[in-house]
C-alpha cells in the first residue's frame, strides 16, 4: 500500500489536469441536479432590493465584463435581469471605464430576456455603452450620478438618448433605485460615491476571488447586496424559482472543488508514504 | 459575435493555449505572441475611439464646421488648448527640461489625491463606526438570537483588535502579556487568507468551466455537430439523386 500511495507524490501533474477536465466535463455535457443550499444574506439583500424596488424609479445596471470574467459575470447578470423583467422594472445599462466589450456581453444576456419579458428597447430599457474613465473611476462614477445625460449624450448605437422615452424618466441619482455593478472587481468607488456621497443603494456582482474584501461593505451596510460568484447566482436563480446557468456552473464547480480535496488529502498521504519509503531504504522503519 | 467564423477560432485558441499544459510548444508561443499584439493595437485603436476622437477631435471638429457654416458655437475650439498642457508630458523624453512635465504631472497628482482622499474618507468613516458593536447579551431582554449576535459580535472585535495588535511593531511576539493576543490575531490573519485561497480556486475552477461549456456547447454540438449534419445531407441528397 505504502509505495503504491508513493507513487501520488511524484505524479505527473498532467494527469491530474486530464482529471479535472474529465471530472468538470460530466455536469457540463450531463446535468446532474444537486440540492441547493441555504441562500446566503449576501443575495438575499440583493434580491430584497429588487423586490422594494419603487415603480416611479430606474435601476442603473453597471455591466462592466467580457470573456475575461464572462466565467462568473454572465450568470450573475442573467438572474438579476430575468429578476427585473419579471418585476416590469425599468433599467438603464452602462459599462464604466473597465472593457470596451462590456455593452456588447451584457446585450448578449439581456435582449433574449428582455425580448421574452415584452419589454421594449428605449422604452423599458437602454444600454448606454461604454465609457473611459480618464485617470480615476470615481470621477465617472460621480459624473453619471450627478447628469447621466451629459455622460451618455448617446446610447451605444450612437443614437441620441433624447429619442429614448426611457431616459426621460432618469437623470441623475435621485431617479435610480440602486445601483448593481457587475465586473470582475467591483471599483470601491462606486460604494464612496454612490453610497457614500449620494446615499443610493449599492450592491455588486462580483468574481469570487473577490468576494472576501467586500464582506467588511456588507457587514457595515456600504452594501445592500452581492452576489459572489456562481454560487450567489444559483442561490439568486433559487430565489427567482427559475434555475439557468449558475445552477449549472456551481454544481460542476462541485465536483472540481470535490477533485481538488482529494487530490490534496492523496497527494499529502503520498508525501508521507514517500517519506516513510525513503527512511526505510535509509535503514529506518516506516510506519 | 456568435458567428461561426468567432466561434472557430476561439476552439482553435483554446486549445492552443490549453496545449501548454501538455508541454511548451510553438503553437502555443504563436498564440502568446499574437494575443499581445493584437492587445496593443486595441489599446491604440481604443484610446483614438473612445478617448481622443468624441473628447477631443470631434468637439473641434464639430467648432470647425460651425464656424464655417456661420451657424452654431465656436466653443468647441477651446479644446486646441488641451495641446499645451498636453504636449508638456513628452518633455519627460528631455532630460535638460524634465521639470517641464512637472508642471502637469504635479496638476495630475494634485487631482488624484485629492480624489482618493474623498474616496477613502468615504469608504472608511462608515467602516470605523460599523466596528463599534454591541456587546451586551442582557440589553433589550435576553434571547437566543441576541445571545448568537452578541457572540458573533465578541469574535469579530477579539479578530479586529488582535489584528491590528499583529501589526505593532513595538512588541514582541514574546511579550508573556501581548505574545497570545498577537498569535490569535495572526490566526484569524490566516483564517482569512485561507479564505481568500479557497476563493481563488473557485474563480479559477469557474474560468476552466466556463471554456470547457464553450468548448462543448458553442463549438462542439454547435458548430462541429452542424458541420456533420451538414455533411451528412450533402452526402444523402448525393446518394439520392
Redesign the interface.
Known sequence: MVPFLAKFYNLDR?WL?LA??VI??VP??VQIPLPPGATSATTQGLYDLVESCPEDKVILIDSSWDAGS???N?AELECVIRHICRKKIKFVVTSAGVT?FGP?FAN?VIEPIAREAGYVYGEDWINLG?K?A???I??LIDAICKDLHSVYPTDYRGTFVSEFPVMDRVKSYKDFAFVYCVTYQPD??W???VK??FDVPVAFGC??????GYY??I????LAGMLI???GAAEYEELNHKPGLGRI?IM??SF??LM?ILAAVVGNLGFYAARALERNARGGTAR | MNEPLTIWVGAIVTLAVFSYLAKENAFYRFIQHAALGVTVGMGIVMTIQQVLWPNWAQPITMAVKSVIRGSGSAKGLLWVLALVPGSLWYFQMSKKHFWVSTLVSGLFIGVAAGLAFKTWMLLIMPQIGASLKPLNPFEGGFTLDRFLEVGSNFIFMASLLTALLYFFFSFSTESKLMGKPMRFGRLMIMVCLGGMFGSTVMTRLSYLLERMRFLYQDWIRDQVGGLFTWLWHQVAALLGG
Open positions: 498532467r489536469y479535472m477536465v468538470l466535463s457540463v455535457i464572462a466565467s462568473e454572465r470596451v456588447e448578449q461604454y473611459v480618464p485617470g480615476s470615481g470621477l470601491n468607488a460604494i464612496s460615491f457614500g456621497q468574481m469570487t476571488i473577490a468576494a472576501p467588511t461593505f457587514d457595515s451596510k456600504q460568484g456562481n454560487r456552473l460542476a464547480t472540481g472543488n481538488i
